[in-house]
């Protein structure tokens, strides 16, 4: 049974360190997150978890704004707020932050032209579609929203989700 109504504080942390491990189990998804380049799919497989990218591009936290300097792609997992009822609190929304620069914005996948923040989405679904995790449970996508980032280089495409404990 799916529970929508409380989640213990406790799992909060381990909950969003499963997503991110997830994350880093899936070969495509790194690989559009890791290549800067046009055809990131054809680019040597990572060795997986690809804990190597944990904190230099995929991130447990929210963006910041002045940070980003160089051309680059990044994901970011927060949670953004809860409400406490006890011990427990609400079930969270979860957000998951796909930062891109303009000019990695195209390209290549099987011959055909892509946008790269959509191919990331794709995958981000796919990885957590119908799937529960241990305390996880299931993320439900809700909607997704663009944020123009950082002036006129990078952009910003935050997908929500709910996290539904088991």
């Not at 890791?34 to 040597?44: A, G, H, M, W």
């Not at 996880?136 to 006129?152: E, M, R, S, V, W």
């Amino acid at each position: 049974m799916v529970r929508r109504d409380r989640l213990k504080i406790e799992l909060l942390s381990e909950n969003l360190i499963i997503i991110l491990q997830e994350v880093m189990k899936q070969q495509y998804l790194c690989k559009l997150i890791k290549y800067n380049e046009s055809n990131p799919l054809s680019q040597t497989n990572l060795v997986l978890p690809a804990s190597s990218l944990l904190m230099t591009s995929i991130f447990p936290y929210p963006f910041d704004s002045t940070v980003i300097i160089e051309d680059c792609i990044q994901l970011r997992i927060w949670v953004y707020k809860g409400d406490f009822q006890g011990a427990d609190i609400s079930i969270n929304d979860v957000f998951l932050d796909i930062i891109v620069a303009k000019s990695l914005f195209l390209i290549t996948i099987d011959g055909k032209p892509k946008l790269r923040p959509y191919a990331i989405m794709k995958e981000l679904i796919k990885t957590f579609d119908g799937l529960s995790i241990s305390t996880l449970g299931k993320l439900h996508f809700k909607d997704y929203a663009h944020i123009p980032l950082n002036g006129t280089k990078f952009d910003l495409f935050r997908i929500r989700a709910e996290m539904m404990t088991i």
